[in-house]
């Protein structure tokens, strides 16, 4: 159900209004689609299980009459939460620090970011404030600071794969896609892949905001990701539904195709 006021709607569209200026999704609904069930505005967020130990964690955003939304990972060790990922603003994030902790009675152990785009790391400063390490590459870390999108602790061109109790994760920069400093996430005891933003969903039309792109070099990103990850069973994108390895093949022909 949407607020009225126009106060509100008005907030809404400064804080979402700007992050599409990164890493716009392609494919809006109709607000009257959105049901109480769900209620994406404001500070509510989705949980849904992709396997035992992996969730996604999808905020939503309205903009111009239309929601968004954006995904991020949540995954379970016998020592923790990893998170991949904010929720798209401080206070989605702060529903998702707080849902952990309420859902799963767990201590969140660190945050990857996987680029400097508000979508991802919108709520970095929360994990600071509970002393919840925030790690990302020494590129997003610069791009950060140079956005005022908060601070990261840049390790992971250096700690390419992060261990906690049972699970791991690994890092893998492909190369300039989606932005220069783009990263996927590959979880290898689940055979989950976290494409983020360099892969589009299956009902992608077109690239979305391309500002940061590099549309020459984006292709080659995405066919190292498919060489690298060929046993990935699940294919988390940033914004959309997941799926399998055909996401790098339909992002690789939206590439490819002459309208893009």
């Known amino acids: 159900m949407f607020v009225q006021s126009g106060i509100v709607r008005f907030f809404l569209f400064l804080s ?23 209620n994406p505005v ?10 035992e130990t992996v969730w996604v964690h999808k905020s939503f955003g309205s903009f111009q ?7 991020g990972l949540v995954v379970l060790t016998n020592q923790g ?35 400097a785009h508000d979508d991802r790391m919108a709520g970095v400063n929360l994990f600071h404030k509970r002393n919840i390490p925030v790690y990302s590459t020494n590129l997003t870390a610069k791009l950060a600071k140079e956005k005022g999108l908060g601070k990261t602790n840049p390790i992971l061109d250096i700690q390419t794969r992060l261990y906690s109790g049972n ?23 689940t055979h989950i892949l976290f494409g983020g933003c360099l892969v589009k969903d299956l009902d992608a039309k077109d690239l979305g905001n391309v500002k940061d792109a590099n549309l020459v070099e984006w ?6 990701v498919l060489t690298r990850y060929p046993d990935a069973e699940v294919v988390v994108p940033g914004h ?3 799926g399998k390895l055909d996401l790098l093949r339909h992002t690789i022909r939206l590439l490819v195709s002459p309208n893009h």
């Open 219 to 224: 292709e080659n990103a995405v066919k190292r």
């Open 16 to 38: 979402f209004g700007i992050w599409f200026v990164h890493c716009q999704t392609t494919n809006p609904f109709p607000a009257d689609k959105i049901n109480a069930k769900t």
């Open 240 to 242: 959309g539904n997941w």
């Open 167 to 189: 699970h791991s994760v690994e890092i893998f920069f492909p190369g300039h896609g989606h932005s220069p400093d783009n990263i996927v996430v590959w979880l290898p005891d």
């Open 81 to 115: 939460v990893v998170i991949i990922d904010t929720a798209w603003t401080e206070p989605q994030t702060e529903e998702l620090i707080l849902g952990i902790q309420t859902k799963f009675q767990k201590d969140i152990l660190f945050l990857i970011v996987t680029h």
């Open 42 to 51: 404001g500070t509510s967020i989705e949980w849904i299980k992709i396997k």
């Open 65 to 71: 009459g239309k929601i968004f939304e954006s995904n």
